[in-house]
């Protein structure tokens, strides 16, 4: 890694000027160091919350100025300390004995220096430190993005001692093989039974890698619930103190797909049967061949290999159920009738696309309402090399203004806002009633109302002032000029989640923890959401589809902002008393739900949800086991049943609104439709593709969009979960809604509401 350094910054906290404080300076300005003098510790920590100072020189030799001692804790405290060198200035006693350093590790200095006020003393410490600690800090910096990679890695990496005791797993390799981080680390290879390979085999990997070779192939691993996998493995190891090996890095990814198999098996052939025996080491030159192994695989040799390798492919057992799938067909083939045989080919065409469970939109004689409102939703649009940029950038975060007065308490709740909440339990709540109240901060007073009805800060353990910190900087980071996207949208997905929760099948199928997790995904989910939508901005080239690579853009956004708006300070960390295995549970729920709301994998949580829920429950009531609570226990207390339940939930919560009553349904399609309108003024404006051309302000018909969304997208999802969560108020509403739309399209009518009479 190319390590780059900028100029070293100095903070010097002396209360006055003296010959010590001069010497630094002078010092800092020979060695070509950038220096800040800070007189009082207030000055000092917020000089360096500003400059992030490499180096810090405090004077502890005057205690009547300041605490030397208590500044540097709190210096400490805070995040980019973490590779700061703290220096503390100490008197120089000749006739004492020499004092403990102790004291000044506890407080947190790095590094003591007896007063010297000789320049070059000054200088030459200076210059020790940069290529010393300060240095060594520098490496531990630029690790600290080598771990991000590690840990965003889409491939399961295990680090391993020389005596192959686990040392680190990375979250892809925990999401492989079915384990937490903490039932690895510190434990012997041979304690966790991952690797399902034969004795012969080992010592082959072991020879190799002993002598400092690296190896490559594939072979069987075991799942937690012993399920067995096929991975392409790479296996380093890593020389360290004393020329020796000191750790052993395994790069893993799972064989399922067909073409990397084929690849893979070749080059397993021809390295494991002749490389590893030999151990030779590979040609690492990038962009070159060999000659001779060119022309000795354009032999008769290659194809006899080629033919042995597709043998190979054809008898894995590749357990991906799929591929299980298309086997099976295949082998049904084999014995059918022609007109079944290509009825079955159309199948496995079918079957080998990647969009498994998205209906295709008719080319012809489609409604281009519903064209352009899926086609907005559901792509994430067509990339465009312009010059052209929208920019909206993760780092622009708002914090909690000091003007805005919140409630210390719910006791403390204004009357008008208490009386706005007071049916807050029932499904005719009105969200705009507490917006008005509220002046558009509806989401901090329902957030401490729902979450202190949940028992949120019980769990959390957490304080009340700390939830409703945490709220109020969510609230501040919903942009309020956006028209639908804002933290009324948010409060009124929160009422939606809470009031689903309160539904008995619900209740019996979550447990303490995924209520939580839902109630604060229902918080965050849409939080800095820019009033745009995930096409506009990969079009556009945003910094945040570049940074999510097009995928999930905004989704993904939402749930990292959330943690890092939450984890940045303690005072509204509402995770920060959890034990760390139990806030890594929480977090991967919250981050599951929010990315849920995605509309590209819609039909794929909805038709998962039929499937594995809805059909099984309704075909054990069909076999008159309505009453057999254990079956039906085992259907809803799966976990991979209890992920789509939670899924399904903060979907319908999310897009609630058509099943809301109709004065609230008119209102959230006009503000939905403002919004639309708005990105298509802009993509004209930019000179963009524009995402859904029929959301034209001039010209769009509301009524037909809103039958167009009702229609493809919430008949049958709200069909699904009110089998399963009995919602027949909700089902009144939609089909109400769906009457009044029908009533204003049926007179050609574009507006919300039809004209007075």
């Known amino acids: 890694m190319r390590l780059r350094r900028d100029q070293l910054q100095v903070l010097l906290v002396f209360a006055e000027d003296d010959d010590q404080s001069n010497g630094f300076r002078w010092a800092c300005e020979k060695a070509g160091f950038r220096c800040n003098i800070a007189r009082t510790p207030k000055s000092a920590l917020e000089s360096f919350l500003d400059k992030h100072h490499d180096i810090i020189i405090i004077d502890h030799r005057h205690s009547r100025y300041f605490d030397a001692e208590a500044l540097c804790r709190s210096i400490r405290t805070t995040k980019p300390s973490e590779n700061t060198v703290i220096v503390g200035v100490v008197q120089r006693h000749a006739d004492r004995e020499e004092s403990s350093i102790l004291p000044l590790i506890s407080a947190g200095f790095s590094r003591r220096y007896v007063e010297n006020s000789s320049r070059m003393a000054c200088y030459n410490e200076l210059i020790q430190l940069e290529f010393g600690q300060v240095q060594a800090q520098f490496k531990l910096r630029a690790c600290n993005s080598l771990f991000a990679a590690l840990e965003k890695s889409q491939e399961a990496i295990e680090i391993t001692s020389e005596d192959h005791v686990v040392q680190y797993v990375n979250p892809a390799f925990e999401t492989m093989m079915g384990y937490q981080i903490g039932e690895l680390i510190e434990k012997q290879l041979t304690e966790v039974p991952i690797n399902e390979k034969k004795a012969d085999f080992l010592e082959t990997i072991n020879s190799c890698i002993k002598i400092g070779k690296e190896w490559q192939g594939m ?4 799942k937690k619930n012993g399920d067995s996998i096929q991975q392409n493995v790479k296996i380093l190891p890593v020389i360290g103190q004393g020329g020796k090996i000191r750790h052993y890095v395994s790069i893993s990814r799972l064989c399922n797909d067909n073409n990397k198999v084929e690849k893979t098996c070749e080059c397993i052939q021809a390295e494991s049967q002749t490389d590893i025996q030999t151990c030779r080491q590979k040609d690492t030159r990038k962009g070159s061949l060999d000659v001779r192994s060119t022309t000795s695989r354009g032999s008769d040799g290659s194809s006899q290999r080629r033919r042995s390798s597709m043998a190979r492919v054809h008898s894995m057992t590749i357990e ?8 099976i067909i295949n082998a049904a083939q084999e014995s059918s009738p022609m007109p079944v045989a290509e009825a079955l080919d159309r199948a496995l065409e079918i079957l080998r696309t990647t969009e498994l469970y998205s209906p295709q939109l008719g080319t012809k004689d489609e409604d281009p309402h519903t064209s352009d409102l899926v086609g907005g939703l559901m792509t994430d649009g067509l990339r465009r090399l312009s010059g052209n940029e929208y920019i909206l950038s993760a780092k622009q975060t708002h914090q909690v203004a000091g003007s805005l007065s919140s409630p210390i308490s719910l006791n403390d709740i204004p009357p008008r806002i208490t009386e706005a909440m007071e049916n807050e339990e029932q499904w005719d709540f009105d969200i ?3 917006e008005a109240a509220t002046h558009k901060r509806p989401l901090v007073y329902l957030g401490l109302k729902i979450f202190a009805r949940f028992g949120i800060c019980e769990f959390l353990n957490c304080s009340e002032s700390t939830l409703r910190s945490w709220l109020q900087v969510i609230e501040a980071n919903y942009h309020s000029s956006n028209s639908y996207h804002n933290s009324t949208h948010s409060a009124d997905v929160l009422h939606a989640t809470a009031y689903f929760l309160s539904k008995e099948k619900v209740k019996q199928t979550l447990d303490p923890i995924d209520e939580v997790a839902a109630l604060i995904a229902a918080t965050v989910h849409d939080v800095d959401h820019p009033g745009r ?3 506009f901005l990969c079009n556009a080239g945003s910094e945040l589809a570049i940074l999510y690579n097009d995928t999930a853009v905004l989704e993904s956004h939402h749930a990292a902002l959330a943690f890092q708006l939450t984890t940045r300070d303690g005072k509204c960390n509402i995770f920060k008393n959890m034990e760390r295995n139990e806030y890594r549970t929480l977090r991967q729920v919250i981050i599951d739900m929010v990315l849920a709301t995605e509309m590209t994998k ?5 038709n998962k949800f039929v499937n594995s829920i809805n059909k099984p429950l309704a075909a054990l009531e069909e076999n008159g086991n309505n009453g057999d609570g254990e079956s039906i226990k085992t259907v809803l207390r799966s976990p991979e ?5 939670k899924r399904m939930l903060i979907k319908c919560a999310d897009i609630s609104n058509p099943c809301r009553p109709i004065e609230q349904c008119i209102e959230w399609a006009g503000r939905i439709s403002e919004e639309y309108f708005a990105q298509t003024d802009e993509e004209r404006r930019q000179g963009l593709p524009v995402v859904m051309p029929v959301f034209d302000r001039n010209t769009c018909s509301i009524p037909k969009s809103q039958l167009s969304f009702i229609d493809y997208f919430i008949i ?9 969560a009995d919602l027949p108020n909700l089902m009144e509403h939609l089909n109400n809604n769906i009457k009044y739309w029908k009533g204003l399209d049926a007179r050609n009518l574009r507006v919300l509401r039809p004209p007075p009479e």
């Open 219 to 222: 072979y069987y691993a075991k």
């Open 320 to 327: 991906a159920p799929i591929t299980k799938v298309i086997n």
């Open 432 to 434: 705009f009633e507490l």
């Open 533 to 535: 939508t995930n096409s």
């Open 602 to 606: 819609h039909f794929e949580h909805v």
């Open 641 to 645: 049943n209890r992920i789509l339940i």
């Open 716 to 724: 049958d999802m709200f069909d699904a979960w009110d089998a399963f």
